[in-house]
């Protein structure tokens, strides 16, 4: 009896481990268990940029020149442009990116981004995001965006998301402010916008939500999350990292000239974090050689 359970369990044995070196090889086992992927080589880390204002003014606005700087850059340095959405689903997937990868993202409502952002954007071949508030469109005392702007963006293929209807502090309480009051000032930044930006722009499906002036809490995610956003962005400055875990959070670096030292030192540390190439942790801490014993 022992002998015979014996004899049946090797040829068990040996099956399972040629299954699991199978799915080993083909990197399912990795990709199942969430870990570092089925990945062999290419890219990990995506910065997503941040524009606002072209040709306007304000420490967050850059120059037509400047702006093309950066694209000239980006071309220059073989960096692939691609649309938020496929950087989210590289990192649902677990899937590294096989070239240098960034995306870009412009936020606010001047009417310079459909005026002269989108077209010089065009010229590159370069698809964005533009993260627009409700409450200006069409009536911004000094122009601003319409709602044929946004369609017409929409039409040549870029994509408009949210930034909520009034863009001010809404993260948390003003002070002696009710919690009912409160409640429904996130309802109408959050759900109302929504169904504002989906009435005027037929057949676009609201997505993604960039926090205005990078103002989060715990509460608001979680409002957030109750909407059923796909995405939040922060601009918190940090790459996303495509063999992280999917939290429907990702960071985004603001471009900015004035409260920064070197602005093109920034963006090109961006540009390196694009071009390094992935190392898993293991390979990564062997490289770095013994991090304790030795002085
Ligand atoms: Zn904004």
């Known amino acids: 009896m022992m002998r ?9 044995f040996l099956l399972c481990l040629g299954l699991w070196f199978a799915l080993g090889q083909s990197g399912k086992i990795s990709q199942w268990l969430g870990g570092g992927g089925p990945h062999q080589s290419g890219y990990n880390l995506v910065p997503i940029l941040c524009f606002h204002d072209v040709n306007g003014s304000g420490p967050y606005s850059v120059t037509i020149e400047e702006f093309r700087n950066y694209l000239d850059i980006l071309k220059k340095e073989n960096i692939r442009i691609v649309p938020l959405k496929e950087v989210m689903q590289h990192q649902k997937d677990n899937r590294l990116m096989d070239q240098p990868t960034m995306a870009i993202t412009v936020d606010d409502d001047f009417e310079n981004i459909a005026r002269v952002a989108a077209p010089i954007l065009r010229e590159y071949d370069f698809p964005a995001t533009f993260f627009v508030y409700t409450k200006d469109i069409n ?14 963006l929409i039409a040549e293929g870029f994509e408009v998301q949210n930034h909520s209807h009034t863009h001010t502090a809404f993260h948390e309480p003003r002070v002696g402010e009710s919690q009912e009051h409160f409640a429904a000032r996130v309802h109408q930044e959050v759900v109302v916008s929504r169904q504002i930006l989906e009435k005027h722009l037929p057949n676009h499906k609201i997505w993604a939500f960039a926090y205005p002036m990078g103002y989060y809490s715990p509460y608001l995610e ?19 990292d495509v063999t992280s875990k999917f939290t429907g959070i990702m960071d985004r670096y603001t471009i900015q000239k004035e409260y920064v030292a070197d602005p093109m030192a920034m963006f090109y ?19 770095e050689g013994p991090q304790h014993g030795l002085k």
């Open 4 to 12: 015979r359970r014996v004899l049946i369990t090797i040829p068990v």
């Open 269 to 287: 540390k961006q540009i390196a974090y694009a071009r390094k190439k992935y190392q898993s942790a293991e390979v990564a801490q062997v490289e």
């Open 139 to 152: 009536t911004h005392p000094h122009g601003g965006m319409a709602w044929e702007d946004l369609n017409r």
């Open 222 to 240: 979680e409002k957030l999350r109750e909407a059923g956003y796909d995405l939040i962005l922060t601009v918190d400055a940090a790459p996303v």
